[in-house]
């Protein structure tokens, strides 16, 4: 009964759900992004590269890669996070997201061991979810309720 009941509403659900799966993913790496940014901007560039960025840095990654990668990662989170909540390119964002999350897992999981916290926190890292969220939204779009789903609805209308 449920079944049959969510499969006559799934085309009205799925473009909710996406909006949601980008809303939530978005304005978690915008708001993420704009306060190592701010960060910066008022304690001096390098600062998140200096900080908590260096704790996690694993050891086998060679400094060329990891400091321009320090440098760039709060700048990454805050445009490919706004991208995200307006909904355009979603799906390179949506991507971009997935590297970093990536990125930052491995790191997390090296210093703390597979559940990726220090014992501070919940029993397994939230990135992990995110991680789940962005493959989702690289995989299948960002729906139509977006600024893509819009250009998308216009160029097929043509």
Do not use: H
Not at 83 to 109: D, E, H, K, P
Not at 142 to 154: Q, Y
């Amino acid at each position: 009964m449920l079944d049959a009941t969510l499969q006559k509403l799934q085309p009205k659900l799925l473009p909710l759900a996406l909006l949601f799966c980008r809303l939530t993913l978005g304005g978690m790496f915008a708001l993420s992004g704009f306060g190592k940014v701010m960060g910066e901007l008022r304690n001096g560039l390098g600062t998140f590269r200096g900080g908590y960025y260096a704790k996690l840095q694993p050891s086998f990654l060679p400094d060329f890669i990891a400091t321009p990668y320090g440098y760039a990662l709060p700048w990454g989170e805050l445009i490919f996070g706004v991208l995200l909540l307006i909904g355009l390119f979603s799906r390179l964002s949506a991507a971009a997201v997935l590297l970093m999350l990536g990125s930052i897992l491995t790191a997390q999981v090296v210093a703390f061991g597979p559940s990726a916290v220090d014992g501070q926190g919940p029993p397994f890292n939230p990135n992990y979810v995110l991680l789940s969220v962005a493959f989702l939204l690289l995989v299948t779009g960002p729906g139509k309720l977006s600024v893509d789903g819009l250009i998308s609805k216009k160029k097929t209308a043509r």
